[in-house]
């Protein structure tokens, strides 16, 4: 069964930091390429940032520099550390497995809310 679990969402001021979370099934985590996707309103969801099975990571131009994607093999988790946050980042944030910057699982999880105050 597939399952992901994005946690760690909230509202902040601009300029403050949030650390997002997410739990995947083994299934889909061993040995695939994860990344986080934002969707604001009104718009189509997009990619931020993906980390390889071994680590290589990269990022979307409009956060490079200011987030940083982990993952915890043994856990089965990603991380996404997102500093210095502007109200362009406001989006519902979800994970999935990846293939350069596009998700190869049709399943997507609820997301979780990130809300930046100017």
């Known amino acids: 069964q597939v399952q992901l679990g994005e946690s760690g969402g909230g509202l902040v001021q601009a300029g403050g930091s949030l650390r997002l979370s997410c739990a995947a099934s083994?299934?889909?985590?061993?040995?695939?390429?994860m990344g986080w996707f934002r969707q604001a309103p009104g718009k189509e969801r997009e990619f931020v940032a993906g980390?390889?099975?071994?680590?290589?990571?990269y990022y979307s131009d409009s956060v490079k520099g200011r987030f940083a994607i982990s993952r915890d093999n043994a856990k089965n988790t990603v991380y996404l550390q997102m500093n210095s946050l502007k109200p362009e980042d406001t989006a519902v944030y979800y994970c999935?497995?990846?293939?350069?910057?596009?998700?190869?699982?049709?399943?997507w999880g609820q997301g979780t809310q990130v809300t930046v105050s100017s």
């Open positions: 999935n497995a990846i293939q350069g910057r596009g998700a190869t699982s049709d399943y």
């Open positions: 083994g299934r889909l985590f061993s040995n695939h390429a």
């Open positions: 980390i390889t099975w071994t680590g290589y990571t």
